[in-house]
């Protein structure tokens, strides 16, 4: 099909017309990740944890999921692991992120969700309070400076995103699954 072939044109001619929207669309697509990229735009999903706003990187993030039930207690577990969920076919153990990290449990609310990490060796999901989407920061608005925090989370911050008056810690996932405290979870 040419590049100019309006849609009016092929109304009567259905899969023509999708396959032309279809075109359409991964074009528009493929230009806005090239333009992204240009940019030097830095992509990150937000959460809340503890009253304060944070980021985990796009990519250590897997997906995003509802509180599963039932969860299977883990005899001998620490406190902050609340248990094994099945996820499709696959044990998931689930972690109170804000317990681990000094802030006490985090209350289940309709918000609360599990943000699923992207690690080849760990698998985990995260409680947290909530998950508000993702967050797109160019890569000029990147410092490496540590706001503090009201939870325990100073090492596992790979430096924070400003934008106006907010400040967006990043919590590295990889160094969070990767610490001997949190691989040595057995009590």
């Known amino acids: 099909m ?6 009016k044109t092929l109304r009567d001619r259905p899969f023509e017309l999708l396959a032309e929207l279809e075109r359409r669309g991964r074009a528009v697509t493929a230009s806005s990740t090239a333009e992204a990229s240009q940019a030097g735009e830095w992509v990150g999903v937000a959460l809340r944890m503890a009253g304060e706003l944070y980021l985990v990187a796009r990519e250590e993030a897997r997906e995003v999921l509802g509180v599963p039930s039932p969860l299977t207690r883990v005899p001998g577990a620490k406190n902050w692991i609340l248990g ?7 044990l998931l153990p689930i972690i109170d992120l804000r317990a681990f990290l000094g802030g006490g449990p985090t209350p289940a609310s309709r918000n609360t969700r599990i943000i699923v990490v992207n690690h080849r ?23 490496a400076d540590v706001p503090p925090t009201s939870v325990r989370c100073e090492r596992y911050i790979a430096g924070s995103f400003r934008r106006g008056s907010e400040q967006w810690p990043v919590i590295g996932l990889r160094l969070l699954l990767e610490d001997p405290q949190f691989t040595g979870a057995g009590a």
């Open 2 to 7: 040419q590049e100019s072939v309006a849609l």
């Open 121 to 143: 060796e760990i698998p985990a999901g995260l409680l947290v309070d909530e998950v508000l989407g993702f967050r797109r920061f160019a890569d000029a608005e990147f410092t």
């Open 84 to 90: 094994l969920a099945n996820v499709r076919g696959q």
